[in-house]
T-cell receptor, first 115, second 112 residues
Framework: DSGVTQTPKHLITATGQRVTLRCSPR?????VYWYQQSLDQGLQFLIQ???????AKGNILERFSAQQFPDLHSELNLSSLELGDSALYFC??????????????FGEGSWLTVV | GDSVTQMEGPVTLSEEAFLTINCTYT??????LFWYVQYPGEGLQLLLK?????DKGSNKGFEATYRKETTSFHLEKGSVQVSDSAVYFC???????????FGTGTSLTVIP
């Protein structure tokens, strides 16, 4: 158990809909990262927050957004869903901002299926 | 920019065979290097790490040495087991840019 909690574990929704994925980082970790893992594109970095502020942005679509709340949990919002958004979405956390060379810890992921 | 390149899979080995999964990196600074493992249906778990040149990370019989001169961090295990079947990701943490970079992953299947 990494200490990173993600909900829901599985989600099935229709095209055009909006979903929210939630992540609670490990106790004491200030950074939260979101990744998308699909069969054809591997592990793609989406976005990182550090202590409530956006720190780095990767291949995140404009239809997707995220935020980190004062209690450090984070939510990833996916809207106008398309079939191609079906993937495993991982949250990860680390103590520092990522620039210290430290380790990041992954949650078990949220499986999103768009039908 | 910074990046990680790892060998293509899938890799299939017989039990007790020797394993090498190649990983090379490009980085402008002095990154930390990691190997993560993803077992079927699970998230990524840290397998081992090295934070500076010539460091050797090791865990569960796996080893990798941070080679600055060849910009490599190859994963090795002397005798694989069926339970090692998983996807292995090489990664680097760029101290200057606050980002982690992952390779594409290498799927390993060990057959009895």
């Amino acid at each position: 158990d990494s200490g990173v909690t993600q909900t829901p574990k599985h989600l099935i929704t229709a095209t055009g809909q909006r979903v929210t994925l939630r992540c609670s980082p490990r106790s004491g970790d200030l950074s939260v990262y979101w990744y998308q893992q699909s069969l054809d594109q591997g592990l793609q970095f989406l976005i990182q927050y550090y202590n409530g502020e956006e720190r780095a942005k990767g291949n995140i679509l404009e239809r997707f957004s995220a935020q980190q709340f004062p209690d450090l949990h984070s939510e990833l919002n996916l809207s106008s869903l398309e079939l191609g958004d079906s993937a495993l979405y991982f949250c990860a956390s680390s103590v520092g901002s990522g620039g210290t060379g430290g380790t990041i810890y992954f949650g078990e992921g949220s499986w999103l299926t768009v039908v | 920019g910074d990046s990680v390149t790892q060998m293509e899979g899938p890799v299939t080995l017989s039990e007790e065979a020797f394993l090498t999964i190649n990983c090379t990196y490009t980085a402008t600074g002095y990154p930390s290097l990691f190997w993560y493992v993803q077992y079927p249906g699970e998230g990524l778990q840290l397998l081992l790490k090295a934070t500076k040149a010539d460091d050797k990370g090791s865990n569960k019989g796996f080893e990798a040495t941070y080679r600055k001169e060849t910009t490599s961090f190859h994963l090795e295990k002397g005798s694989v087991q069926v339970s090692d079947s998983a996807v292995y990701f090489c990664a680097l943490s760029d101290r200057g840019r606050n980002q982690f970079y992952f390779g594409t992953g290498t799927s390993l299947t060990v057959i009895p």
